[in-house]
């Protein structure tokens, strides 16, 4: 099966590009067939559509055309014909349809304004070039104004407008004081899209007297100033000084401080703004802000991300600029301007139209007479562009007519075309916003075969390298081309050949069995031609014995070898280089035939040295280093890491490949293990490092796979067993060429938000897998299991689409596909998704419950149709909740309960139950958005069970031989209570159990007097209820009945030691003895007549026993007794005093605690108080959690143990 490939035959010695379009023909460019071939004209050059001359200078209005016979050339000037012969100003090139206007001799540019249009013309059709529209650039003076100085308060805003003249093309603004000095600018101060100046706010630095606005003219050269404007800002304090000088010493003045205040948009004014752009343009827009302090400007796309690589911030981040915008760059762009005080933002919708752009430009046609060809014109835009089609300049509505020739739409079709059916068509494709307009011609000719490479050419190869035998031919039709080997040779075919569309037969891997003599044969309907080519493949050239690095002493002698392998045909030549420069001049270098030797080395001569062989095929190469070192005593081995690997060179460069070599560094006595690659992408990864391979520490070349758009550096790492050594110095950089991505999107999946729309997100390619630029994503779509066509859109670089306007949930084929400028990525795999999905739209049906147990229930339902789910199945839900208990009548607050079962399940437990109740429930459908409608709420009973304990049993009213019991029904009696159950037994001194009474009591009682009991004696009391179903859970409780009086005096007398006399004599010993204490320590403290409280208000020794003031809320106190350390003690555990050191008033307000009546307190006979002292508490309550503040006098007594 025979290959074909589009390639340039690069080795030919004529260029050929032979394109085949529906058995069209392209004219090969070769000087002596275009010289015998007749063809319609074609225009090589022209002016640009939109021409802006220099008003100084002679127009010269370009338009060059080729053709065979050579065209002739006319010219329109506004849509009527030009006569240039009628004006002496104007001629028209030689051999040309080049207008020049001299203006320089007395023309006046503005005469010559208008739409020029060229026609190139001969026998075989008619070319015209673009409309030309001429207009001479202006630059005109500023009006004059008057300027009144601009007086500002430091920290407000300001703006200074420039208003330039109005030139063509428009100036460039920009704004410099009388020095000529560009005025500085920051975030604070910048320049507008528009020219004018803006302050965010203004400072005390800013004044001066010569902000002056520049407007430069391009095309004339020139540059226009506007008139100074000078501002003063006045400061808070100078305001205040002069304030001050004016006023009196009475006066009351001083202006307000500087006041921060938040941000305001200067520019553009409201909160929304439009703004159109067209397809390829740059998008500029601009967000500036007053604002105390200085505002910082964030941009943001809202639903969307700015494009990636394409984005970029200028003017303090105050302008966002994208470059070759898209549709896809369409939508709201939000400005927020923040500050400390708050923040304020703008959106500006931006809409992107197009200008009519190729899809399908017309390209020429050559064709042979009765064959059928097509022209095809295809653009877009925004808005779609009408397309229109000219023949020979003419409206092709108008032109003469031609039977072979048919319009539709964007395409003319031509059948069994004649030689009279030449000619140029043009097509116009036009929007509001431009034009386009190309030629193309019909070429019909009858021509035999040509072949245009030189015979019997000799074609060198070297061997294992590919071969390209060239065939550049010509005719019409087109002819046929076949290879022969030899003279009798076969036909060539086989995948061990390659046939290209220009002729070219390539030999991918050329052997030596591959030389000898090559025919190629090019035949139409008109003849036959064949030419010979001899191919010769030689053995390649090698070298066989490297030099090696060589450490030589001082004045000592070196040798390098370098023994090569070559083909006995081809004469090599050998080359020795010292650090990539010839070898030095010098008697001490000797070349020989395969050997350089250098006879009493110095220090200069260590370097690198290359043997380089050449012959006229291939070039090889290796290098050595020479270090030179003197004689030192034989020092102690020391290891170390490898010195860095140097002289990194890159050869064998290919689009996907290079060859790396290095020269190792010195290795440290300890031998190089392996080499590590690393490589730096300097266009989308500058600084960044990343490892590539690594290979064995003997190995100096590598062959290195590339990716293409990457601008490569290389940098090579020793090892060894010490250590990895420094970086090598980077290599030379390598930028590959760009390609198709090779690879498309990951994790791409389609998830839908809404009901109707359908969310596309996919992880984007990383820089270096654009593979060139301009990357961007085809996302297509289809219904899965409907017979759609695919729905494709190209977006920018980002990593989400949304589809909107779906069906709710249904599937999707997705696949999003990378392309970059140079095309597609290879196709790529469908996912399947799903759009959004919905709530469910019915609810399950045919629901049963089965009760299992008292506590225990059982519910089906049959499952939804899952088309009715509207989404992704998640399971069921069931809602049940308790209506009422059957044996209490009264209702309750309702508590829904929750049940989810995933997946299809159609049914489930309902555990935790309450018996004897009367229960409700539904069940729903879920899915991802939520629960769908509640089926019909369906009933059921729980039976009878066993009743919970009594709520209570108290034992009241003991007597000598009965007890009261009083107790409360259950709290859930889980059905009919028939009666209680109440057990009890004596339990004696030594806690043994008596025999155990039953009793059966009516469910209607809720008390019963035990009687007949045994006096002084501890019962123990088991308490239940019963319903149908059996016992509940029981409660339990003790008691005793009271003694007998008689018995009781005897067992006082028997065991009360209060009553024994040797007791009550030791009681009033004790008391005596306190009592005297008592009276001893009263009489030293009473001496004088003074109370111990008056002592210490007349010592004054203590601050803090101060009366205390009215309004501080707190008490001045007299310290007790005790120290003053015990008065900080912290209240003990136990203590009847509040945490927060408060005392309880529970009686009245002249309670004796508010005086410090309590354990300790006493009054002496006289009356007065004995112990601790305090005045009344205040209402207030104390200050809480106040820890250091030292405890009231109450507190201190009620704390006291």
């Known amino acids: 099966m025979m290959r074909k490939k589009s390639i340039s035959a690069s080795k030919a010695s004529l260029v050929l590009f032979l394109c085949q379009m529906i058995s069209a023909l392209e004219v090969p460019l070769d000087s002596k067939l275009l010289e015998e071939l007749s063809q319609p004209p074609t225009i090589t050059q022209q002016s640009p559509k939109d021409y802006i001359v220099d008003p100084r200078e002679n127009i010269v209005i370009q338009c060059e055309a080729k053709g065979k016979p050579p065209p002739s050339f006319s010219w329109t000037r506004n849509g009527t014909h030009f ?4 004006d002496a100003q104007v001629t028209m090139k030689p051999n040309s349809g080049t207008l020049v206007i001299n203006i320089m001799n007395g023309g006046k540019a503005e005469a010559y304004e208008g739409v020029y249009q060229c026609t190139a013309r001969n026998e075989r059709g008619a070319a015209i070039s673009n409309n030309i529209v001429i207009r001479p650039s202006r630059s005109p003076l500023w009006t004059k104004e008057k300027l009144e100085p601009n007086q500002v308060r430091e920290g407000d805003s300001l703006v200074l407008h420039c208003r330039p003249p109005v030139g063509l093309p428009p100036p460039i603004i920009f704004w410099m004081d009388n020095a000529f000095q560009r005025l500085p600018q920051s975030e604070r101060v910048s320049q507008g899209l528009n020219g004018d100046l803006y302050f965010s706010n203004v400072q005390p630095e800013d004044t001066r007297e010569d902000y002056i606005c520049y407007a430069r003219f391009n095309h004339t050269q020139t540059i226009q100033q506007k008139q100074p404007i000078s501002v003063k800002v006045f400061s808070m304090d100078s305001l205040n000084d002069t304030i001050a000088a004016n006023l009196s010493d009475t006066d009351i003045y001083g202006a307000k401080p500087v006041t921060e205040r938040q941000p305001v948009l200067l520019t553009p004014t409201g909160s929304t703004s439009t703004k159109v752009e067209l397809r390829g343009n740059v998008l500029l827009l601009e967000c500036i802000a007053a604002g105390l302090p200085t505002p910082v400007i964030r941009w943001i796309k809202e639903g969307g991300e700015l494009p990636a690589n394409r984005t970029f911030f200028e003017n303090f981040k105050k302008t966002l600029k994208i470059i070759d915008v898209s549709e896809a760059d369409s939508g709201n762009y939000k400005c927020i301007a923040r500050n400390i005080l708050g923040s304020a933002h703008h959106v500006i919708s931006v809409t992107v139209k197009a200008a009519p752009y190729w899809i399908t430009a017309p390209r020429n046609l050559v064709l042979s007479p009765g064959e059928d060809g097509t022209l095809i014109c295809r653009a877009n835009g925004n808005p779609k562009p009408n397309i229109s089609w000219l023949a020979n300049g ?98 060539l075919r086989g995948n061990e050949y390659i046939f290209h569309d220009n002729g070219t037969l390539e030999i991918p891997v050329a052997q030596k069995d591959s030389t000898g003599t090559y025919t190629c044969v090019a035949r139409n309907e008109l003849g036959k031609i064949q030419n010979e080519v001899q191919l010769e493949v030689k053995d390649p050239t090698m070298i066989i014995k490297q030099p090696e690095y060589k450490v030589v002493q001082r004045y000592g002698q070196v040798s390098f070898e370098c023994i090569i392998k070559h083909d006995s045909t081809l004469l090599p030549a050998v080359i020795w280089l010292k650090d990539n420069d010839e070898l030095p001049d010098d008697e001490r270098f000797l070349v020989g035939k395969d050997n350089l030797t250098i006879m009493n080395v110095t220090d200069r001569d260590d370097g690198t040295y290359t043997c380089i062989v050449n012959t006229t095929l291939d070039s090889v190469s290796a290098s050595a280093v020479l270090t030179v070192v003197a004689a030192p005593p034989t020092p102690a081995i020391i290891y170390a890491r490898p010195n860095p690997p140097f002289d990194l060179e890159l050869t064998g460069q290919l689009e996907r490949s290079v060859e790396l070599s290095w020269i190792p560094g010195d290795e440290n006595n300890s031998p190089i293990t392996n080499f590590v690659i690393e490589y730096e992408d300097g266009l989308h990864e500058p600084g960044v490092w990343h490892y590539q391979t690594e290979v064995p520490g003997t190995q100096t070349t590598v062959q290195l796979k590339l990716s293409p758009y990457v601008n490569y550096s290389f940098r090579v790492i020793a090892v060894n067993e010490i250590g990895r050594s420094q970086p090598s110095e980077p290599s030379e950089q390598y930028l590959t060429k760009s390609a198709n991505p090779d690879e498309n999107p990951s994790n791409v999946q389609g998830i839908g938000s809404e009901p109707d729309n359908l969310v596309i997100t996919w992880e984007s390619l990383k820089g270096f897998q654009s593979n060139g630029p301009g990357l961007q994503y085809k996302v297509s779509w289809r219904q899965k299991d409907v017979d759609d066509e695919w729905t494709s859109v190209i977006v920018a670089n980002v990593s989400k689409y949304i589809v909107s306007g779906t069906p709710t949930f249904v599937p999707y084929e997705i696949k999003v596909q990378a392309l970059n400028d140079l095309g597609y990525a290879p196709e790529p795999s469908e996912v399947i998704g799903h759009s959004g999905e919905d709530l469910p739209m019915v609810a399950p049906g045919n629901v049963q419950v089965h009760v299992v147990n008292s506590t225990l229930a059982k519910v089906h339902w049959d499952p939804v149709p899952l088309k009715t789910v509207r989404g992704h199945l998640q399971g069921y839900k069931v809602y049940y909740w308790k209506v009422q208990s059957l044996s209490r009548r009264s209702r309750r607050h309702v508590e829904k309960k929750i049940l989810t079962f995933r997946g299809n399940k159609t049914f489930g437990m309902l555990p935790g139950l309450e018996p004897y109740s009367s229960y409700k429930l539904n069940v729903r459908v879920v899915n991802g958005k939520g629960e769908g409608p509640a089926s019909p709420d369906k009933v059921f009973k729980t039976p009878e069970g066993v009743p919970s304990s009594p709520s209570f049993l108290k034992i009241t009213n003991p007597t000598l031989d009965s007890l009261t019991l009083e107790w409360g029904s259950p709290t859930h009696p889980n059905g009919v209570l028939t009666s209680y159950i109440l057990k009890f037994q004596p339990i004696n001194n030594t806690h043994e159990l008596g025999p155990l009474v039953e009793i059966r009591i009516p469910a209607n009682e809720s008390s019963l007097i035990l009687k007949n009991l045994n006096y002084s004696t501890r019962y123990k009391f088991y308490f239940n209820a019963q319903t149908s179903v059996g016992s509940g859970s029981q409660i339990t409780e003790e008691a005793v009945t009271i003694m007998d009086e008689g018995k009781m005096a005897m067992a006082s007398r028997q065991v009360d030691i209060a009553t024994q006399g040797w007791f009550i004599g030791l009681m009033c010993a004790v008391a005596l003895l306190i009592l005297i204490l008592l009276i001893v320590c009263f009489i030293r403290r009473n001496k004088g007549g003074k109370y111990p409280v008056k002592e210490k208000e007349d010592a004054h020794a203590d601050p803090e026993i101060q009366p205390m003031k009215e309004d501080d809320g707190t008490f001045g106190e007299y310290r007790s007794l005790e120290s003053d350390a015990e008065d900080h003690k912290p209240l003990k555990k136990g203590s009847r005093t509040p945490s927060d050191r408060t005392v309880k008033k529970e009686d009245s307000d002249d309670s004796l605690v508010d005086y410090g009546e309590g354990v300790n307190g006493q009054f002496n006979e006289d009356g007065s108080f004995i112990g601790q002292y305090s005045g009344k508490k205040e209402k207030e309550p104390a200050e809480g959690n106040e820890s250091s503040e030292a405890p009231s006098p109450v507190n201190a007594m009620n704390s006291f143990v």
């Open 83 to 86: 006569d240039i012969d009628k």
């Open 394 to 491: 003419v409206p092709i509505a108008i032109a003469p007519e031609d039977p072979s020739r048919k319009v539709d739409g964007d395409t003319i079709i031509f059948s069994h075309v004649q030689e009279r059916s030449s000619a140029v068509y043009q097509c116009n494709a036009s929007n509001e916003y431009g034009y386009l307009l190309a030629n193309a011609f019909v070429n019909v000719l009858a021509e035999p075969p040509r072949i245009l490479t030189s015979a019997n050419k000799l074609y060198q190869v070297i061997s294992d390298s590919p071969a390209l035998l060239d065939c550049a031919y010509f005719g019409s039709p087109k002819p046929e081309i076949e290879w022969f080997k030899g003279v009798k040779g076969s036909i």
